[in-house]
């Protein structure tokens, strides 16, 4: 006799902790059999995308990690041999424990990716772990060049706890200014949103459009939910340049005098000086230098500022030396035409209820906050040295100075693929004494692993409860964990028992940990249970659907005003306004560079079919997209002989990477762009894994490490390029078991 079940879920595409698209698993015999989105989930109401469609593939692919395994050889040669889950836990503690005792706690680094989500569960229980060890060494490889840097220049300026992000639900003006040419919609919500899935964002705008709103794409490529003719403007901006139309459209609307004079009276403070500043940007400076015609933006800034409803999204991954000019200059513009945090403009949504539990903070002591990497940044400074900056960390390991740390703990994260420079982070990497890593899939960061451990995918994963507004739901375990996978949170709690610090750490016991993590929302896991399939809706909150907060998202501001000229950063002895510098290496400050390299080039931050650095070794997936692309301008093919599917070198100053052309009439034909984050193989298409290194598929190995943001070291993602046409990239063998 079968026996069937339903089990009410979560998504693991865009991540496998955190609040996804509802999903309901269906399970037949103990096996998970197929997967349909739950209508009663309010983020995605049954529909899914890609990702979630291939959750099976997800669960049973063979490329998985089954076994704990032991690194025999050198880093870096990926052979390893089968050891117990009780050996590999017992080797991590000793580790850890003589790292702290001999050469400090601060030496302890605990690196996390974006898979699992931020704030969320796992987010709460790893910083917990790493400051009950006494360390503050918390490396962030991807919100170091993408949330973060953006953020801090956002809260300096407008305030509030995070972005302001878009009401399109009210908006009649949505412009969607995505800098490095994400594609939006199809791809991921941005820092401003919560709606990290693929459907959400796209059907909001798609709907707000029937009723007569309008779309504007700033971007270099034009982006999927633009066309069709559903954008009325589409601004192809030269990559790296967005600073320079934001401060012409400032300037626009302060000379005409369209900027909202009662909010920037009793709201701000500095317009007089901004005004002044700002005289010198005008829109026919800005034309040279972006390509966007002066006309154009006249008309983009005057629609923005008359427009009562009118709201920004921009990129959650601008990723740029000259970051300080457009982050500065986008909240200004929301600022000076008062669309802030009211309906339809650029409005800060706070959540029903809260989720978490203490990260035992004060248990670091002030010495090791003192230590932590990076800790002179001002960003790291500001922010209190709670977390290392990535850049540091790898210098670090690399030059010993000011200290080598030791022992590195990696969650979900592929930092060969995903940081800049892949090579230093590869040496980076040799020069630890001990390196843990703990992840779905064998990565390219595994091969220079001590020990890789076997992480459950999160249908194998207990209870995790997730808050999106006020629908407070989980994802819940499908079924067993197949091989000797081991969520990753049970993993941490075990981990932390065999450190000693059972109190901590709810003696191990994963059913009281979530317990806590419900508690500040006033619901038990039980109550959870009870409501699986809708979830629950905690009771909406005044100041949830309340507009024009100003005073209280503006008190933690210098006279609790908007800083149009940043009195902060004047105090640190910068620049109180955006100042344009423009990218290092682009055609108008290196001409000469750019006559060995012609071409402008970014790359895409996300894809809708993958998910950064994973996912692309199931077959599904992979059908859609079998190789990373160059996507190029016919114009430009011509020009280099080059022809739709063929393999392509491209090569910066700095590196040599690969991919296949694919011919775009919706670019700029002096742009290029790939995506970040291709790698993997599949086998069952017969596409082999490929090296994140020199001649590889990584678009990392073409930028420059040194080119950063002064304030916050955002990494910029722009560069010249030329373009030949090659051979496929090398086959890469993969990892080896029991060698």
């Known amino acids: 006799?079968?026996?069937?079940?339903?089990?009410?879920?979560?998504?693991?595409?865009?991540?496998?902790?955190?609040?996804?698209?509802?999903?309901?698993?269906?399970?037949?015999?103990?096996?998970?059999?197929?997967?349909?989105?739950?209508?009663?989930h309010p983020l995605n109401k049954g529909k899914l995308?890609?990702?979630?469609?291939?959750?099976?593939?997800?669960?049973?692919?063979?490329?998985?990690?089954k076994y704990p395994l032991l690194r025999r050889g050198k880093r870096g040669d990926g052979n390893f041999i089968r050891i117990s889950w009780d050996e590999a836990l017992e080797i991590t503690a000793g580790n850890i424990m003589e790292t702290k005792e001999v050469y400090g706690p601060e030496q302890i680094i605990l690196s996390k990716g974006q898979s699992s989500g931020w704030g969320d569960l796992h987010h709460f229980l790893w910083l917990r772990l790493l400051h009950a060890l006494g360390s503050v060494t918390f490396s962030n490889w991807g919100p170091s060049v993408c949330y973060a840097p953006q953020l801090m220049y956002h809260q300096q300026l407008i305030g509030g706890p995070t972005y302001a992000r878009p009401d399109y639900d009210h908006a009649d003006l949505i412009i969607e200014w995505f800098t490095g040419g994400g594609k939006g919609g199809p791809a991921r919500g941005g820092p401003e949103t919560q709606d990290t899935n693929f459907r959400t964002v796209p059907r909001k705008i798609i709907e707000r459009l029937k009723k007569g709103a309008k779309l504007v794409v700033i971007n270099p490529q034009l982006i999927p939910l633009g066309a069709n003719g559903r954008a009325s403007r589409w601004l192809p901006i030269r990559p790296g340049t967005d600073g320079a139309l934001a401060l012409a459209m400032i300037h626009v609307i302060l000379k005409e005098k369209r900027y909202d004079r009662e909010f920037v009276s009793q709201w701000c403070e500095g317009f007089e000086a901004l005004a002044a500043h700002v005289k010198q940007y005008e829109p026919a400076w800005a034309e040279k230098i972006t390509g966007i015609p002066a006309?154009?933006?006249?008309?983009?800034?005057?629609?923005y500022a008359t427009?009562?409803?009118?709201?920004?999204?921009?990129?959650?991954?601008?990723?740029?030396?000259?970051?300080?000019?457009?982050?500065?200059?986008?909240?200004?513009?929301?600022?000076?035409?008062?669309?802030?945090?009211?309906?339809?403009?650029?409005?800060?949504?706070?959540?029903?209820?809260?989720?978490?539990?203490?990260?035992?903070?004060?248990?670091?002591?002030?010495?090791?906050?003192?230590?932590?990497?990076?800790?002179?940044?001002?960003?790291?400074?500001?922010?209190?040295?709670?977390?290392?900056?990535?850049?540091?960390?790898?210098?670090?390991?690399?030059?010993?100075?000011?200290?080598?740390?030791?022992?590195?703990?990696?969650?979900g994260s592929n930092p060969l693929s995903t940081s800049r420079n892949p090579h230093l982070a590869a040496e980076a990497l040799q020069n630890l004494k001990f390196l843990v890593v703990v992840d779905v899939v064998p990565t390219p960061t595994t091969r220079y692993a001590d020990l890789v451990l076997p992480a459950a995918t999160r249908y194998e994963c207990s209870q995790q409860p997730a808050l999106w507004e006020n629908h407070l739901t989980a994802s819940r375990k499908v079924i067993a964990p197949l091989w000797e996978a081991r969520d990753e949170l049970e993993v941490t709690l075990d981990l932390a028992c065999r450190l000693g610090m059972h109190e901590d750490f709810w003696?191990?016991?994963?059913?009281?940990?979530?317990?806590?993590?419900?508690?500040?929302?006033?619901?038990?896991?039980?109550?959870?249970?009870?409501?699986?399939?809708?979830?629950?809706?905690?009771?909406?909150?005044?100041?949830?659907?309340?507009?024009?907060?100003?005073?209280?998202?503006?008190?933690?501001?210098?006279?609790?005003?908007?800083?149009?000229?940043?009195?902060?950063?004047?105090?640190?002895?910068?620049e109180p306004f955006p100042v344009y510098h423009g990218e290092p290496e682009d055609p108008l400050n290196a001409p000469e560079l750019a006559q060995a390299y012609p071409l402008?080039?970014?790359?895409?931050?996300?894809?809708?079919?993958?998910?950064?650095?994973?996912?692309?070794?199931?077959?599904?997936?992979?059908?859609?997209?079998?190789?990373?692309?160059?996507?190029?301008?016919p114009v430009t093919a011509e020009k280099y002989a080059v022809e739709n599917g063929d393999w392509i070198d491209i090569i910066s100053p700095h590196g040599k990477m690969k991919a296949v052309a694919l011919l775009f009439n919706g670019i700029r034909p002096d742009t290029v762009m790939a995506q970040h984050g291709w790698w993997q193989g599949c086998e069952s298409l017969d596409i082999p894994e490929t090296s994140p290194l020199e001649g590889g598929t990584n678009p990392n190995i073409l930028y420059d490490w040194d080119h950063l943001d002064p304030l916050t070291g955002d990494i910029t993602k722009n560069t010249l390029v030329r373009i030949e046409k090659a051979s496929p990239p090398e086959r890469v063998s993969p990892i080896k078991e029991g060698l």
């Open 307 to 411: 427009t009562k409803r009118a709201c920004i999204r921009v990129s959650e991954a601008p990723q740029k030396k000259d970051l300080r000019s457009f982050a500065m200059a986008v909240p200004i513009l929301m600022a000076i035409t008062g669309h802030l945090d009211r309906p339809g403009g650029n409005v800060w949504f706070f959540p029903a209820g809260r989720l978490g539990f203490s990260t035992l903070s004060k248990k670091v002591s002030r010495e090791a906050r003192e230590k932590v990497l990076g800790g002179d940044a001002f960003c790291i400074r500001s922010s209190g040295k709670n977390s290392a900056f990535s850049h540091s960390v790898i210098n670090a390991l690399v030059t010993g100075e000011p200290y080598r740390p030791k022992t590195m703990l990696i969650f």
């Open 600 to 633: 402008v080039f970014t790359d895409e931050h996300s894809d809708y079919i993958n998910h950064h650095s994973w996912m692309r070794d199931i077959p599904w997936l992979r059908e859609i997209r079998k190789h990373p692309v160059l996507k190029i301008h």
């Open 295 to 303: 006309k154009e933006i006249e008309e983009l800034a005057r629609l």
């Open 1 to 40: 006799m079968q026996s069937n079940q339903i089990v009410p879920t979560m998504c693991h595409g865009c991540s496998y902790g955190g609040y996804n698209c509802g999903m309901l698993a269906h399970v037949q015999n103990g096996k998970f059999i197929r997967i349909q989105g739950n209508p009663h």
């Open 49 to 65: 995308c890609a990702k979630g469609q291939s959750a099976v593939q997800w669960v049973y692919n063979e490329n998985r990690l």
């Open 507 to 574: 003696g191990g016991r994963y059913d009281a940990m979530v317990k806590d993590f419900l508690a500040p929302a006033g619901i038990t896991p039980d109550q959870l249970e009870e409501h699986a399939l809708q979830g629950i809706y905690l009771p909406r909150t005044e100041w949830m659907d309340r507009r024009e907060r100003f005073e209280e998202l503006f008190k933690d501001l210098p006279n609790g005003k908007i800083q149009l000229a940043n009195r902060i950063l004047q105090e640190e002895g910068c």
